[in-house]
């Protein structure tokens, strides 16, 4: 498909212009990459408003986005991890931010901190695994539900769309990475 029938096959109104949130930064050569940074724009704020009201509604009120991704990422695999492992895990290069919410996690008793050597190693307690599993369970009523609706009659189908763009996400991911550090070279 050329890139003229994604354009217009992706625009809605007849329109051939693409959907996208900055128009001056879209090129012919790119055009694509343009409507795919929009969609992950809106994904991206739709994502953590949704995470952020689905721990909500499993009794944690207070947390924000980051807190949530970082209550799970400690909770991955019931696993201790460090400051850098979550970092690592989510992306994140401002340490602070993740020690912010570790210390926002600790405070509510949702974590706890052990000190081995010079770092410090965080687990789940079991006020923390509670609402990972309350979470799990407004995921599955208010997301999984409709996720499944989208399938029809072939939910393999759909299983493997989204793997497939959860993988391309990732390569895109590190695309940018590699972008971002050519970006800081100027």
């Known amino acids: 498909m050329s890139a003229a029938e994604r354009r217009g096959r992706s625009s809605s109104g007849g329109s051939a212009r693409p959907i996208v949130s900055s128009a001056h930064l879209v090129s012919e050569r790119a055009a694509a990459l343009g409507e795919f940074e929009f969609g992950l724009i809106v994904a991206s704020n739709a994502f953590n408003r949704w995470i952020v009201r689905c721990m909500a ?5 207070e947390l924000a986005a980051l807190d949530v991704l970082v209550l799970h990422s400690v909770h991955h695999r019931g696993r201790d991890k460090k400051l850098a492992d979550l970092c690592f ?4 290069e401002d340490t602070h ?6 210390k926002k996690l600790l405070r509510a008793g949702l974590v706890a901190g052990e000190r081995r050597g010079k770092e410090m190693h965080y687990s789940t307690t079991d006020a923390g695994a509670v609402a990972c ?33 959860a993988g391309l996400l990732r390569a895109l991911s590190g695309l ?3 972008a971002a550090r050519g ?4």
């Open 57 to 61: 509604a499993a009794g944690q009120p």
């Open 89 to 92: 895990i989510l992306n994140i």
């Open 97 to 102: 931010t993740v020690t912010y919410a570790l």
């Open 133 to 165: 599993r309350a979470y799990r369970e407004v995921r599955e009523a208010c997301l999984i539900e409709a996720v499944q609706a989208l399938s029809g009659n072939d939910p393999a189908t759909l299983d493997a769309e989204v793997t497939q763009a």
């Open 176 to 178: 940018y990475d590699q």
């Open 183 to 186: 970006a800081t070279s100027l």
